[in-house]
C-alpha cells in the first residue's frame, strides 16, 4: 500500500487529472485536429451558440499544457463586460484549471450548471470572475475508438435552466460533430 500526501488547497486540487491527455493528443494528431484554429469548426460553434442562444460556444482540444479551442464563438462586440464595466481579454487557450471542461473530460459524460456559483466546486473558478461565466453546458466527444478527443460547450454570463432539451441537444450535437470530424479525417468530407 502506498500513501499519497494531500495536495496543497486550491484550484489544481478541484481539476481532475487528464490520465488520457497522451492518447487523446495522439488520436487528434492521426486526425489532423487540434493543433490550430479550425473555421470549419469556428463555424460549428457559431451555429452551437445561434441554437442554445448563448453569447459563448466552444470546441476544445485539451492538451497536455491546457485547453485548446479549435472551434471558438465570441459575442460579436467581444467578451460581455464584466460587472466593473471591463472587457476580459478570452483567447483560444485556457489553462487545465480554468473552466469547467476537464470536469466533462473526466467524467466521460455532459455536465449541465445552471448557476455555477450554486456549486462550492465550481463557483470559485478563475472564470466565473474572470469571463463573468454563471451557467455552463458541455458534453464530451467520444469517437469510435472510445477516446475522449475533447469536449462541446456553450456559456453564458446569466443563470440558465438548462433542462433536459439543454442536456439532449449538447449530447446530440457532440455525437454529430465526432462522426464529423472522423469523416473528415478520413475522406476529406467538410464539416
Known sequence: MTYDPPRPAGRLLLTPDDTEAPARALRLR???????????????????AELTCVPYAMVNFPDGHGQFFA?????????????????????RRLPRDHGFCPHVLARRRALALEDVRDYPRFAGNPVVDGLGVRSYLGAPLID?????LGTVSVSDVQPRSWGR??????????AEL??????RAEDGFPL
Open 165 to 174: 432539451t439543454g442536456l439532449d441537444t449538447i449530447k446530440s450535437t457532440a
Open 71 to 91: 472551434g471558438l464563438h465570441l459575442p460579436p462586440t467581444g467578451p460581455v463586460p464584466k460587472e466593473d464595466g471591463t472587457r476580459p481579454e478570452i483567447g
Open 30 to 48: 492521426r486526425l489532423g485536429m487540434g493543433e490550430h484554429p479550425d473555421t470549419a469548426l469556428d463555424a460549428y460553434a457559431t451555429r452551437l
Open 144 to 148: 469510435s475508438t472510445g477516446t475522449v
Open 178 to 183: 465526432v462522426v464529423r470530424l472522423e469523416r
